[in-house]
């Protein structure tokens, strides 16, 4: 795994000094006919070519001397000197991403889940990322699955489905709080994917159909009792009121009727009873066709 930047690496500026000094020793040697010039540009090009050191805009680094902390360069060009100077690894301060994952982790209803995030966080004191910790890349990852796992641990299965972004933001302050010390923030934590196991997926899938079915049969036996309480309101108001009856069963043979083709047989009693023999005689005319 990468764990930061080369610590030795040959800046071009240095690279390019150092040709210079020995393109220059070498053409004041030929023109003096004296080897002298030749070996000074050679000693000048490799001091230039490890001590003139370049850090990006991104990028601090640290400058010990015989194995003492001096200071952080960076960003731009800085000089060392060769043997008595050395350096650390170049510090990214840009926001980096790390994935972790937790495979096969407990939840606190023991299901079984694999579970994916990602991590963003960036070095906010580059010395602290340097001399408090050896490699904080890999201390990054490994304190974040650790924390994934406790995490999982705490929560149920339909906490971890419905509830990433709770659980994302429990893990960011878990992991801010460890690496905060270290010169490192934790800026979020992004459950990707939440796995459990095919068979647990079909039970839910048939557990939540039959909910859903539940459901629909409570509503459709809702619907029935308020209709039922609707016609039991109108056959009240309807033996109250026996025009209100004759004019209902009126309109519902007009609208019955009315349609072209169509033909209604209605008990001679129904009609004797509610008087609909010249209405319907009447009807029968105005829907006959002239000839």
Known sequence: MKTGLPVNRISAVGLTLSLAAWAAGAALAVGLRNPLPFGVGMAAGVYLLFSIRVADQWEKVAVLRFGRYQGLRGPGVFHIVP???SVSRYIDQRVRVATVSAESTLTRDTVPVNVDAIVFWMVWNAE??????????QAIIMSAQTAL?????RHELHQMVAER?????????????????WGITVQSVEIRDVQIPSA???AMS???????????RGILGQAETEIAEKFGQAAGTYQ?????????AMNMLY???KERGSMVIVPSSAVETMGLGGTLATAALGGAKPE
């Open 149 to 153: 796992r406790e995490s999982i641990g």
């Open 165 to 181: 972004e709770m659980l994302g933001q429990e893990l960011q302050r878990i992991l801010d709080q460890k690496t905060n010390p």
């Open 128 to 137: 602290k990322s340097i001399l408090e910790v050896q490699d904080y890349e």
């Open 200 to 202: 647990l997926q079909d």
């Open 255 to 257: 609208e019955a009727i």
């Open 83 to 85: 043997i008595v100077n």
């Open 240 to 248: 109250n009121n026996p025009v209100a009856l004759h004019l209902r």
């Open 206 to 216: 048939r557990e939540a159909q039959a909910e859903r079915e539940r459901r629909a």
